[in-house]
């Protein structure tokens, strides 16, 4: 494949701006879609996103505190409303009416707060996607996560869309040879009980895919917890469903679940992780994740555990983005071009092709990119 960089965002978006733990009275920095931010609660609870820039004197209002249901500006004190006003200036009895910042939309929802970074009387008739609402449920154990990546955000699409990937980076967690097999390739599978399946299916606005292995041996990291907490001999095959979805246009659920071979995955150790990717600008990105396991609720160990396994293969896949990233951008490079493609890339042209038509329904012009591969 070969694909110019538009370097374009898709705006009317609900973005995850950060967990809703994290938006507390103490005034917040984040840097999205190129533009920085303050977010915070006001004394009531409110989250609130303003542009982070008093237009007095440009200093960053991060640096200022919360004063009621106002942020005050930690140089001259003036004091701005969640809608952007100006509202109070010490020593003076008249504001300048031009005294305002940009304020922009905010959710609070599944956990998450949102902020929307485009046109926003649109905002009100969009609602943020409906993957992670079973967080809600108060059914599920969670942890938060996070991690910042120097890298362009398609290119965690391509990641994790791409699941021929996972034998040779996650090999101690996702993946063994035997990933292969469910996409029928490989020397075959021996064990004549063996069953693969793999699918893939357009919705709107996204796709869903699903990976089913029966009486394999095929994820290390599900396996090892399944084993431990089902007590399981450790010669016994398992089965493993995996269901994996993405929403335009960084929105990802990854769904596994391990289970005794033949047995439904009621029985079985399912764990699910929302990932929400918000760009940062073209380079860098914020990569939120929660870890969610329901077969043990209120078990907080079994919730860690999960935790860090998760946490691992990120890692592993943060190494080999930055590094991706890094070796295509700079002078005479471009940040998303590849020279060739595999089969296995099929998925992601996919994901590209549907941000593709999402940015040029947005702007109102054709699309400004193609590829070929």
Not at 103 to 126: K, Q
Not at 237 to 254: H, M, Q
Not at 312 to 332: C, I, K, R, Y
């Amino acid at each position: 494949m070969q694909e110019e960089n538009v370097n374009v965002f898709l705006r009317n978006v609900w973005y995850v701006a950060g967990f809703g733990t994290e938006v507390t009275r103490t005034p917040m920095q984040r840097r999205i879609l190129g533009e920085d931010l303050v977010i915070y609660r006001t004394t009531s609870g409110v989250a609130v996103a303003l542009a982070n820039a008093c237009p007095h004197r440009q200093l960053p209002l991060a640096m200022g505190r919360v004063v009621g249901e106002n942020l005050q500006c930690g140089y001259h004190g003036a004091q701005f409303a969640a809608d952007g006003r100006c509202v109070l200036v010490p020593g003076q009895v008249e504001v300048p009416a031009t005294a305002r910042v940009r304020s922009y939309p905010v959710r609070d929802l599944y956990g998450f707060v949102w902020v929307w970074m485009g046109e926003a009387a649109l905002a009100a008739t969009v609602e943020p996607i409906d993957l992670y609402a079973f967080v809600d449920s108060g059914k599920w154990d969670t942890r938060d996560g996070y991690k910042h990546i120097a890298c362009n955000y398609e290119l965690i699409n391509d990641n994790l869309a791409d699941i021929t990937h996972v034998e040779f980076v996650h090999p101690s967690t996702l993946g063994t040879g035997e990933v292969r097999a469910v996409r029928g390739h490989g020397a075959g599978d021996p064990r004549p009980q063996a069953v693969h399946r793999f699918d893939v299916k357009s919705v709107a606005d996204g796709i869903d895919f699903l990976f089913f292995a029966g009486n394999t041996r095929i994820a290390p990291a599900f396996e090892s917890g399944y084993r431990r907490f089902k007590q399981a001999g450790e010669k016994d095959y398992l089965d493993f469903l995996l269901d994996f979805r993405f929403r335009a246009p960084s929105f990802w659920l990854f769904s596994p679940t391990t289970m005794k071979s033949g047995h439904p995955p009621e029985e079985g150790v399912r764990t699910s992780s929302p990932i929400a990717i918000t760009p940062e600008d073209q380079g860098s990105c914020h990569y939120f994740f929660k870890t969610c396991q329901d077969y043990a609720p209120g078990n907080s160990a079994e919730t860690a555990w999960w935790h860090e396994q998760t946490s691992l293969a990120f890692d592993e896949d943060q190494a080999v983005l930055e590094a991706q990233h890094a070796n295509t951008s700079g002078p005479g490079k471009n940040g998303v071009s590849m020279a060739i493609s595999f089969q296995g890339d099929g998925m992601g042209f996919q994901i590209r092709k549907l941000i593709r038509a999402r940015q040029s329904a947005e702007s109102g012009a054709p699309p400004t990119t193609h590829a070929t591969g």
